[in-house]
């Protein structure tokens, strides 16, 4: 599944949603790291160099509708020549990014920050998903609440967008993080281990959540969905793109909201494709888009504005990116965000 992460350890929230049971996900986790990144082109009637782009996903479902795009030709009803490449593996997808062979990506904020606290000439373009609930802390049925953690042990994975969940449920609830143990583990596992009851609580997503409360297990006592906008996604595009090529990166902006509006009139037809995609079936596929929401173009320019909640970019980039600096992922802190985010596209196809 993947990480939502704010590092590229493999298995994290955003690197691997193939999951049957978590009977099996050590299984799978390690099946996993055999498969290669998959690419698919769609080619305009009369493509030219200025009109093509590389662009790389890799499985969350909040970039699905990319896969949709794929199959019923909307790339090329805009004219543009799209190659997508799926990542198994984050850490891949970012490595393939951040050395420039391609061209944009859909990634975390959290991974966004690391490129641009290192150097990375690249800028965020769009909001395209906020996690609202999945994923979420989970605890056994003894325990009622955060609260309830003091003096136990919890599993997260450290210095992932998990651990930030972690650290701010228990800032909320008024629980100092150094009276609770924390065992570092892969979301995967350590819900395995909350349900086998080797830890009290733990940090999961899904389906893992929905399974461990389906099997009577564990409960959810925090989630991203009480914090909207603490775990965005972003689509990313390298500075001398934007530059060289924005018509097409404006094709591509619209595009995907086309994709979202025919993913909304056309849902029987688009599920079964998506979760194909994602490894999953439908049902479970189903619930996993429970627990996030895609921005509309409007929401999306209203999540860049400055603001003191969560759900504005600069506001969670500072939040992030201390996090990040303290446990030592980047550092040195971003001077500001704006230098980072590139509004014209999503403004201009709401003008169009």
């Known amino acids: 599944m993947t990480h939502r992460v704010m590092s590229s350890t493999l298995f994290s929230r955003r690197s691997f949603l193939r999951s049957a049971s978590l009977s099996v996900a050590v299984a799978i986790a390690t099946a996993s790291c055999n498969r290669q990144p998959t690419s698919t082109s769609e080619n305009a009637s009369e493509p030219s160099q200025n009109r093509s782009l590389h662009i790389g996903m890799n499985l969350w479902a909040g970039f699905m509708p ?59 373009i769009a909001i395209t998903d906020f996690s609202l609930g999945a994923d979420a802390i989970l605890a056994t049925p003894a325990v009622n609440s955060i609260q309830d953690l003091a003096g136990k042990r919890a ?88 530059e060289e090529r924005p018509e097409t990166v404006q094709a591509l902006v619209k595009t995907w909201y086309e994709t979202l509006d025919y993913r909304k009139a056309n849902l029987n037809e688009v599920l079964p494709i998506e979760a194909e995609q994602a490894g999953v079936s439908v049902e479970e596929y189903s619930a996993i888009l429970e627990g996030f929401a895609w921005l509309t173009p409007e929401q999306s320019l209203k999540a860049f504005e400055m603001g003191d909640t969560m759900e504005s970019i600069p506001y969670s980039a500072n939040v992030i990116g201390d996090f990040m600096l303290a446990q030592k992922m980047i550092t040195k802190q971003l001077d500001s965000i704006e230098a980072h985010i590139d509004r014209r596209f999503v403004e201009q196809y709401l003008k169009s």
């Open 66 to 124: 990319w896969k949709v795009a794929q199959e019923k030709g909307l790339f090329k009803a805009n004219n543009i020549d799209i190659e997508v490449t799926w990542f198994p593996v984050l850490s891949d997808q970012l490595t393939a990014f951040n050395s420039g062979r391609l061209d944009v990506a859909g990634i975390t904020l959290s991974d966004a920050i690391t490129g641009f606290a290192n150097g990375l000439k690249t800028k965020m």
């Open 155 to 242: 599993s997260v994975e450290i210095g992932t967008v998990g651990h930030l969940l972690f650290l701010k449920a228990l800032e909320e609830a008024g629980i100092p993080a150094d009276q609770v143990e924390i065992v570092n583990q892969a979301a995967d596992a350590a819900t395995a281990a909350l349900i086998v009851g080797k830890t009290d609580a733990a940090y999961s997503y899904e389906p893992f959540v929905s399974q461990a409360v389906q099997e009577g297990k564990a409960k959810v006592i925090f989630s991203s969905k009480d914090i909207p906008g603490l775990i965005p996604d972003a689509l990313v595009v390298h500075e001398k793109v934007l």
